[in-house]
């Protein structure tokens, strides 16, 4: 049993933790919109409007403030056109980076933002750079936002839609120093200046452009985007993935070894390192952080589950899954004078997913309960935070035993995350609560006794929220016993 | 680092799968016998809901791994077919 020390300054207040850290991205690949999300209206399956309910109603239990489509590699060959009209009519293509899969296109842009509104979150679309035309990607919008007379808005009001929507998100291609286009930085930074011209504000819709950022850690992209483009665009895309054994051989997502474990955490923790040296740029031709850093894709990627087609994305989630998402959102709350956004890979079937369906039936994953736990953070107040805290050193990786943030909601509710990343010890935690009278804590947890804890269709509750009880009062102070491998809301008033 | 839509495609060779299924095979107890098996895969090579002739829409599973295991069903959403 070791012992770390948390100082939060309750009435120190940092700035917003934007609630879009809290978003989504559902991309046109394995199962993850068709039958993840979209099963249509003839369906067996039960379902409103063509989306299942089942996966509906456990989404809405997130308040998911964004969601991201329709990729992703997918964004850069998707031709928007092939996805509106009648469905029957609409085009059957070839969605090549995902090996040639037939895309049947009944779920485009009304169906994606009826998604949206159901769910009560802003839509986020990825145009098309690598493989669309300039005339294409402003015509879209021009679909989406015109109110009034013009060819695309009649013709959006022929396929059943009167008034334009509401769009505030739009990234200019994605991934272009990859599947979006093979690109080097100077001469996307080029396309990007030419392609956001014509992302026109309609009226009063005023668009949020969001430029294509580095794979990783390619520091000179995001060096040469922000110097050639920083003026023209509102929010910078950072992509990054955990893989534990690296990209060709990425690991199992249940049977790990516990040095898996290890270098997962110690990966995770990267991600400060990234937002770190990235934002440290930014801030040289942004000093007033007006440009947002958009992380919008993140998630531990594992290799596919034994026995499905590898081009699914088919992951299991655990609760080593729920730590690293519980970790990332401590890391993206103390940056969040510069992330604004950040959406998971991916909402249904693919990758760190929140839910895994199988014909009719569903599962929430640990991943979910971290999200859905979580959402006390949305919007509020952080507020400062110090942490003295071990470092776990096992089998060649280390990281911290634990991560924390809290924030101030408006009533004046403090929340209270914590995780603890070691899978093995538990921890005594002191957290010293300063600027802040209170008479009532409780608490939440997500824990397991094994590292691989998982919930399956035939034991869908298997890892799930408990009531955390772990803690004393002593003083202004509470004492918490952390288990290993967990994830914490404490919850002060 | 590639990105991910350069990594894996849908279409994979028998030989893949039959290695998958038969490596995977060996921690599995719980499997139907052959006559059983067949059966389930001529269901399968029949449903509509076979992509590639290999993957179930329904699951992602290749057939000829799920339709070994006694403890799966058909998750054809109209009902099961085996």
Redesign the interface.
Known sequence: MKKNQVIINADIEKGTINKNIYGHFAEHLGRGIYEGLWVGEESPIPNTNGIRNDVLEALKKLDIPVLRWPGGCFADEYHWKDGIGPRENRKRMVNTHWGGVVENNHFGTHEFFMLCEMLGAEPYISGNVGSGSVQEMSEWVEYMTFDGESPMANWRKENGKEKPWKLKYFGVGNENWGCGGNMTPEYYADLYRRYQTYVRNYGDNKIYRIAGGPNVDDYNWTEVLMKKAANLMDGLSVHYYVHPGGFENKGQAVDFSEAEWDVTMQKTMYMDELITRHGTIMDKYDPDKRIGMIVDEWGAWYDVEPGTNPGFLYQQNTIRDAVVAGAHFNIFHQHNDRVQMANIAQMVNVIQAMILTESDKMILTPTYHVFEMFKVHQDAQRVSLHLNIDTVKENGYSYPQVTASASKAKDGTLNISLCNLDKAVSTTLDIDLRGLEFSNVTGRILTSGEMNAKNTFENPDHVKPQAFKGFAREGSSLKVELPSKSVVVLTVR | ????????????SNEYIQK??E??LELETNIVDDKVYEKRLTQCKECPSL??D??C??????VL??AKLAYKTC?????AKW
């Open positions: 680092m590639s990105c991910k839509g350069c990594s894996q495609s849908v279409f994979v998958q299924v490596e995977q992509l590639y290999t993957t829409a329904h699951c992602g599973c290749f791994f799920r998750p054809y959403p109209a009902g």
